[in-house]
Nanobody, 115 residues
Framework: QVQLVESGGGLVQPGGSLRLSCAAS????????MGWYRQAPGREREQVAT???????NYADSVKGRFTISRDNAKNTVYLQMNSLKPEDTAVYYC?????????WGQGTQVTVSS
């Protein structure tokens, strides 16, 4: 059974930083694209950033220049460094990964940006 476990969420003031981590575990023989999505109250889940196995990245316009996605293939882990956080970044952040040719989601971690 494959599992994704996120960590690193919390409460931060506007302008602050947080780093999210998502580790995949279980019977894994291949991990392709990994990414981060978020869902704010009353809104649909949206893509934040994605990264291929080779390291090519893609970002939502709203986070370009502020967020950085990276991954450690040896650790089956993807990260999201979030800088210059804004109140509108407040949401539950979900990790997604294509593992063994199937799509898996983490349980989500809350990020709240507020003074």
């Amino acid at each position: 059974q494959v599992q994704l476990v996120e960590s690193g969420g919390g409460l931060v003031q506007p302008g602050g930083s947080l780093r999210l981590s998502c580790a995949a575990s279980g019977s894994i023989f291949a991990i392709d694209d990994m990414g981060w999505y978020r869902q704010a109250p009353g809104r649909e889940r949206e893509q934040v950033a994605t990264i291929t196995h080779g390291g090519s990245t893609n970002y939502a316009d709203s986070v370009k220049g502020r967020f950085t996605i990276s991954r450690d293939n040896a650790k089956n882990t993807v990260y999201l460094q979030m800088n210059s956080l804004k109140p509108e970044d407040t949401a539950v952040y979900y990790c997604n990964a294509y593992i063994n040719y199937g799509s898996y989601w983490g349980q989500g971690t809350q990020v709240t940006v507020s003074s």
